[in-house]
């Protein structure tokens, strides 16, 4: 079964601080994992997208690494600021669908405190 | 910033009533979703579209419809709203890029059934 597993549920940290947030997965064919930010009440928005071959990917303060062989990826957030809280969700894409089929985690709840 | 819209952002309707929620991308994709998303819980696909006259349903039972009349609008229909309907709903639509599709959302709307 297709799933995408993602941890820690929820995340508080201070403004300033770094924080890891954990994915794994294990949908196959495995196409492409995706990190996206949800805002409260917003629709989700892409952050980085990195397909098998690529271990890391950087946009501004976010870093995320993926792992296909052990089938994990982290998001790496630095110097967090209070515009950083919001779901984060990690989102991996099936190689065999036509539809462009996404498995979604239920994502991490972070909070920057000031 | 996608251009995928949804309307309206907030609605608060009575058990028995009949509602459409409005979905349109002014992107040309061919291919829309129709997500349900409840709070700390992961997204889950009722609906889909591989384009114009094109409608299937998703891996979540749902006693809603759609329809595709034009390419950019896939609007999704209650007949008679229930307490049990009430979630958030996330209109998506994708383009194929690098090898793997990008899914672009709406801002969702939040449907409350009393």
């Known amino acids: 079964k297709n799933q995408v597993e993602q941890s820690p549920q929820s995340l508080i940290i201070l403004e300033g601080k770094n924080c890891t947030l954990q994915?794994?997965?294990?949908?196959?064919?495995?196409?492409?994992l995706r990190w996206y930010k949800q805002d409260t009440g917003r629709g989700p928005v892409s952050l980085t997208i990195m397909t098998f071959s690529e271990n890391t990917k950087s946009n501004r303060r976010y870093t995320a690494t993926l792992d296909a062989d052990t089938k994990q990826s982290s998001l790496h957030i630095t110097a967090s600021q209070l515009s950083d809280s919001a779901s984060y969700i990690c989102v991996v894409t099936d190689r065999g669908s036509t539809l462009g089929r996404l498995y979604f985690g239920r994502g991490t709840q972070l909070t920057v405190w000031p | 910033e996608a251009d995928i819209y949804q309307t309206p952002r907030y609605l608060v309707i009575g058990t028995g009533k009949k509602i459409t929620l409005e979905c349109s991308q002014t992107?040309?994709?061919?291919?829309m979703y129709w997500y349900q998303q409840d709070p700390g819980m992961e997204l889950h696909l009722i609906h889909y579209s591989y384009g114009v006259n094109s409608t299937e349903k998703g891996d979540l039972s749902s006693e809603s419809t759609v329809s595709r009349i034009r390419t950019e609008h896939f609007p999704l229909t209650l007949e008679s709203a229930r307490p049990s309907h009430t979630s958030q709903y996330l209109c998506?639509?994708?383009?194929?890029?690098?090898?793997?599709?990008?899914?672009?959302f709406g801002p969702g709307t939040r449907l409350t059934v009393t």
């Open positions: 998506a639509s994708s383009e194929l890029v690098g090898g793997g599709y990008e899914q672009y």
């Open positions: 994915c794994n997965y294990t949908v196959s064919p495995f196409s492409n």
């Open positions: 992107m040309g994709h061919d291919k």
